[in-house]
C-alpha cells in the first residue's frame, strides 16, 4: 500500500506542472518547453592552440606564505616555474580488475541482493582503497610541485 501511495505521488509531482495555470493563464510546463537536446561538452581550451606551457611565478611573503601568480611579482626572491599544459600530470589509477563467472549475476528475486551483501561491501571497500590510494597520489603530487 505505501509502495502504491508513493508511486501516485511521483506520478502527481511529474504531472501537476503540465496541469496548474501560471500567472499568464498557460500551464507552467509544456513539452515545447522541455528540451531534450544532448548537451555539448564545455571547451577547456583558451583558444591559444599554440601555447604547451605556461609560465608561473611563486614567492614567499613576510609571514612565511607561499603565493602563486601568472604575472611576474614584484618582488626579489620570485621563482620561475614553467608548467605543461599538454600533458597530463599524474597518471589514471588503474582499473580494478573485473570478476567473470559462468552464470548470470542478474536475478528477479530481491533476496540475491541480499546474498550478495557480503560481494557489495568487498567491492566498495576496494573502490575506497583506489580512492585513498588517488588522493596520496595527488597529495604526492602537489608537494612535488611545491
Known sequence: ???????????????????????????????D??????????????GDARASSETLYRYQDGQGVWHYTDQEPAVSNAEQIEVSTDINLMQA?????????????????PLTAITRGGEVLEDAQAVQGMLDDRLDQMDQSLNDIR
Open 93 to 109: 589509477a588503474a582499473a580494478a580488475p573485473t570478476r567473470t563467472s559462468p552464470e548470470s549475476n542478474i536475478s528477479a528475486n
Open 33 to 46: 518547453k522541455l528540451n531534450f537536446s544532448k548537451p555539448s561538452l564545455p571547451s577547456f581550451s583558451n
Open 1 to 31: 500500500m505505501f509502495i502504491r501511495f508513493m508511486i501516485a505521488i511521483v506520478v502527481i509531482a511529474v504531472v501537476a506542472p503540465f496541469m496548474i495555470p501560471g500567472p499568464d493563464g498557460r500551464p507552467i510546463m509544456t513539452l
